[in-house]
């Protein structure tokens, strides 16, 4: 009976590289299509189109390293597949269910893939193309539905490995008709996909599964869909959608990459680094020119960096900054303002340059796994010059001190940006460093008025703040945000 069904789903697609592969892996996936509803009929399918409500986590973004309590309720999802094509349009509005910086309001998001192209459509429709890496996932994501994943195994061009059995599941790795490498596993006794899952680079998680489960399966137009999709990025859950309705082969819209987008030059990594010197004391330096600033600042016989932010090649480029103002005296350590990705993004690439970490106590044990994780997919500078991680826990406040220089780190107590923040407050020259509890310009302020009574509970007699975003401000401005507001 296996056998017949195989060499239908063979016949059905002339010639097929997976057709030629031994048997065992081909009948896991006809199996799987016939409990889908059959090969032909997944071949036949043009369009699908998914609707439903769930919700987003905030990967990296959470109160702790290990917090999930964070998420964006989804309303209005839509996601609107072309099978052929390769591509997919999401549509959703999304509400955050915690104090977010940009505000309590609903937020629309329109973004989509078209091959090997992804983009984000803006409020007023313009189109902005996205990174390579961005899209890649997004054609990663493409895979992971129980319909598209048995499709691409069963395309001329896929290739199907090392089939087996593994916890009640057969399972499959597959590499698409469009060259997407992932692993499709079984219910044993359905046949049914249970999940998918696939590997993506992460600046912080390094090499990273990605996992989407699939539950509640319906009959649907003669097909079995599954009415939960939930996915996972390593243990944090990214997306959970709960199905309300879901239909075949009717009208999905324009889903091709809007030509602003096509035309764009593409983003191949990160923007190379900007980094701009600003002297704001004797031994105070501002580094800034993009989105995310560091401080450095010089001790009798050392320098000490505020914020190895964003990823490898921000970090590495402040620290050449740093080594090119004072040649003579070593960089040795970089206090770490919070644990959220983008302010931890660079601590690796430090690490790799022998630099010790000043962090809240609650993120050591996390910097302890980030810091000795693989990154094979992307090899980064630690994995490429591995050095042995050295960190510093700071509890409720702790004093850096010698002749010439004082930092007084505090923990801002009570934040709802997060619990792991760290302020930075150097006494002789009146000067406080803070990321995201205070930036200048930004529309909306929700976590100023802590920052002022935390400011206040340690009597900091402030002249200056220096944001990790935005620019210098005094604290004049910092005390305006309370009178807009009120
Ligand atoms: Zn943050």
């Known amino acids: 009976m296996r056998r017949t069904l195989a060499a239908l789903a063979c016949s059905a697609l002339a010639v097929s590289i997976a057709c030629s592969k031994p048997g065992r892996e081909l009948q896991i996936v006809t199996d799987a299509a016939t409990a889908l509803g059959g090969s032909q009929h997944l071949i036949d399918l043009k369009t699908i189109v998914i609707e439903g409500e769930g919700t987003n986590g905030n990967l990296g973004q959470d109160m702790t390293p290990e917090a999930t309590g964070e998420a964006f309720e989804l309303f209005g999802y839509k996601r609107s597949v072309d099978v052929n094509a390769g591509r997919v349009r999401i549509e959703q509005t999304r509400t955050p269910n915690f104090v977010y910086f940009q505000g309590p309001q609903p937020q629309q998001q329109i973004f989509g893939v078209d091959g090997e192209i992804g983009y ?61 490498a992932y692993t499709l596993a079984m219910d044993a006794r359905t046949n049914l996909p249970t999940r998918v899952v696939s590997m993506t680079d992460n600046s912080n998680l390094g090499d990273v599964a990605i996992e989407t489960t699939f539950a509640d399966y319906r009959d649907v137009n003669g097909l079995k869909m599954p009415f939960r999709i939930t996915t996972k990025t390593d243990k944090y859950t990214t997306s959970d959608i709960r199905v309300k309705k879901q239909f075949f082969d009717g009208i999905v819209g324009d889903l091709t990459v809007p030509v602003r987008a096509r035309t764009a030059t593409p983003i191949i990594g990160p923007p190379p680094a900007v980094v701009t010197v600003e002297e704001v004391a004797k031994g105070v330096w501002f580094l800034a020119g993009q989105s995310h600033h560091s401080v450095l600042v010089e001790f009798a016989d050392h320098l000490t960096l505020i914020e190895a932010p964003q990823n490898d090649v921000r970090a590495l480029a402040v620290i050449a900054k740093a080594k090119e103002l004072r040649p003579d005296k070593p960089l040795t350590e970089v206090i770490n303002t919070h644990h959220h990705f983008d302010h931890s993004g660079g601590l690796r690439a430090a690490v790799s340059q022998g630099l010790t970490i000043y962090t809240r106590r609650p993120n050591i044990a996390f910097y302890q796994t980030v810091l000795t994780r693989p990154h094979t997919l992307v090899p980064d500078a630690l994995t490429k010059h591995r050095q042995q991680p050295k960190l510093e826990a700071v509890d409720e406040e702790r004093t850096l001190q010698d002749d010439t220089m004082t930092i007084m780190l505090y923990h801002v107590a009570g934040s709802a940006h997060a619990d792991t923040l760290l302020m930075a407050y150097l006494p002789k020259e009146k000067i406080l460093v803070e990321a995201d509890v205070f930036s200048p310009q930004a529309p909306v302020q929700p976590y100023a008025a802590n920052l002022i009574e935390n400011i206040k509970e340690h009597s900091l007699a402030v002249d200056r703040i220096l944001p990790i975003h935005g620019t210098i401000a005094t604290y004049a401005d910092l005390m305006k945000t309370q009178a807009v507001q009120k």
């Open 120 to 180: 984000t459509l803006g409020a007023d429709g313009t189109a902005s193309r996205v990174s390579d890496a961005v899209a890649k996932d997004r054609l990663r994501d493409f895979y992971h539905h129980p319909i598209t994943a048995v499709r691409g195994a069963l395309m001329p061009g896929a290739t199907l490995s090392n089939p087996r059995t593994s916890s009640g599941q057969r399972v499959v790795d597959v590499v698409s008709d469009r060259k997407i």
